[in-house]
């Protein structure tokens, strides 16, 4: 017999609630941090010089576009009541609809998709923009005269502006399209931090990075022979500031932290973190990949000094996303490959290249799922975040209390600000045939560690299952997902 509870049947929105109120405001005394949890491998290793490179500072080229590109007809999705008429409620079901996949059955269950923190689903608006790419743009940008051409340079050129507002960056000039967060971190490593980062410096992290916020520097700290230094996370997966600011000195020249865990939900006090590294004339990499579809992010708010996200995470195409640079900073910095697109002159002896962003775009980029990219953050805009963000916080609380109903089951970062994620571990079973249990019960999650090995082995883990919400997701999403927790508890041990 079931026992969760029936959803909200008032205006959850008139008076959030805050997970301290679910897990006790005394949870940490302390903070019970474990010295032994709180080495980090640091890296100390003989110094690769790496030639300067040089960079010349020209007008950056943006060909005209001869003839418009064609509209896309989006006025139905447009017209799609994201909010109920006359309520001022969320309408998720009507949210629901702009997602196709969302019809699908799994095992001949109703697909519930819970695992939007790997990736999300997307919108009709965006599977028709590429379609429409595709079908009446599709062509190489900023290197023809013909029409084709002049409508993907616009498409393209436009997703960039998107972008920009969407991030609310000074310029588009700021943005540059990447693969995802990964390449972006990436490119900032081998750029900014090969020209930066000398022996003896320092690069601080925290302890809830995804694997892609550490490895490319440790790989960085290697070559020149600088130190990696890690911030500590209490029992509630939340950083310690005061543990964290006595990383911070005069060797610190970068900070790199993720604005939310994707492990634990956690969001950071990403802006306090920026001030404080600021102080100590350091730079700051804040990643997004979690962020961007929870919350509206302001990148002149946050004063950051490079900001990257993955457009899969945020209803766009994979193989697409951005990186927000400060014009100053992106002027400083050397091209990280050599290509066309990214050149204004080549002889054999000398090569000139453009300024950002298409010093940093070499070769043909990806033009179709860059316009795809554009038309999700102007979907997600339409929608518009605040609605999401309080949406996703109450579903956040509801599952917790749900979850909280089955036997066993374990909550793993109980930070006080939460974006919609619950990675939890379940007794008696492994996290890998708890998902592989929901899956047959047409609910989708991740179990495993998350690349974010650091942050579970500091919670004495080395996996979890991960549930994780989007605008689309429902209450009854919660129940289902509750139903069959405590249908795989009742019923004992289960074989694949």
Not at 393 to 411: F, K, M, R, W
Request: negative net charge; hydrophobic residues 40%; glycine residues 8%.
């Amino acid at each position: 017999m079931t026992t969760t509870a029936p959803p909200p049947t008032t205006n959850p929105f008139a008076a959030p609630l805050r997970l301290d109120s679910l897990f006790g405001s005394d949870a940490v005394q302390g903070f019970g941090v474990d010295a032994e949890l709180l080495r980090f491998p640091f890296v100390d290793v003989v110094e690769v010089d790496a030639p300067d490179r040089d960079v010349a500072a020209t007008p950056y080229f943006m060909q005209s576009a001869p003839t418009a590109a064609p509209k896309v007809d989006v006025d139905a999705h447009q017209r799609e009541p994201f909010l109920e008429p006359g309520r001022g409620s969320f309408d998720a079901q009507a949210i629901r609809r702009e997602f196709p996949i969302l019809q699908e059955r799994v095992h001949g269950k109703r697909l519930v998709w819970l695992d939007n923190a790997a990736t999300t689903q997307k919108p009709r608006a965006v599977i028709d923009r590429i379609s429409t790419f595709y079908e009446r743009e599709n062509s190489n940008i900023h290197r023809a005269a013909h029409t084709l051409a002049a409508r993907a340079t616009e498409a393209y050129e436009s997703a960039r502006e998107t972008t920009r507002r969407f991030l609310n960056a000074p310029s588009a000039k700021e943005i540059i399209f990447v693969r995802g967060a990964t390449e972006g971190i990436n490119l900032i490593a081998q750029s900014w931090g090969r020209r930066n980062v000398n022996a003896g410096d320092e690069v601080v992290v925290t302890w809830l990075e995804h694997h892609a916020n550490i490895v490319p520097w440790q790989m960085l700290c290697a070559e020149k022979g600088a130190r990696l230094r890690a911030a500590p996370v209490d029992d509630r997966g939340q950083i310690i500031l005061e543990e964290y600011e006595k990383l911070l000195g005069p060797k610190t020249r970068l900070v790199a932290l993720p604005q939310v865990s994707n492990a634990l939900g956690t969001v950071t006090p990403a802006k306090e973190m920026i001030e404080m590294a600021h102080r100590h004339g350091a730079r700051v990499l804040l990643d997004g990949a979690q962020s961007v579809s929870h919350m509206r992010v302001d990148v002149q708010q946050l004063d950051c000094d490079f900001f990257v996200f993955s457009g899969h995470k945020v209803f766009a195409p994979t193989g697409i996303g951005a990186v927000f640079g400060k014009s100053a900073v992106l002027d400083a910095m050397p091209p990280w490959q050599g290509g066309g697109n990214m050149i204004q002159d080549v002889t054999f002896e000398r090569t000139v290249y453009q300024p950002p962003p298409a010093r940093f775009e070499a070769g043909t980029g990806n033009i179709a799922d860059a316009a795809g990219l554009g038309a999700a953050l102007d979907w997600l805009t339409r929608v518009g975040l605040e609605n999401v963000e309080r949406h996703e916080h109450e579903l956040l609380v509801y599952a917790t209390q749900q979850l909280s109903t089955v036997p066993g089951l374990q909550i793993i970062g109980t930070a006080a600000e939460k974006a919609g994620v619950v990675s939890f571990v379940l007794a008696g079973h492994s996290t890998a045939d708890v998902a592989a249990y929901l899956d047959r019960e047409g609910i989708a999650v991740r179990g495993g560690h998350h690349c974010a090995q650091p942050i579970l082995r500091r919670f004495g883990l080395e996996s979890t299952v991960r549930a994780s919400f989007a605008p689309y997701n429902l209450c009854e999403d919660v129940d289902a997902l509750t139903t069959a927790l405590l249908k795989l508890q009742g019923g004992g041990a289960w074989s694949r």
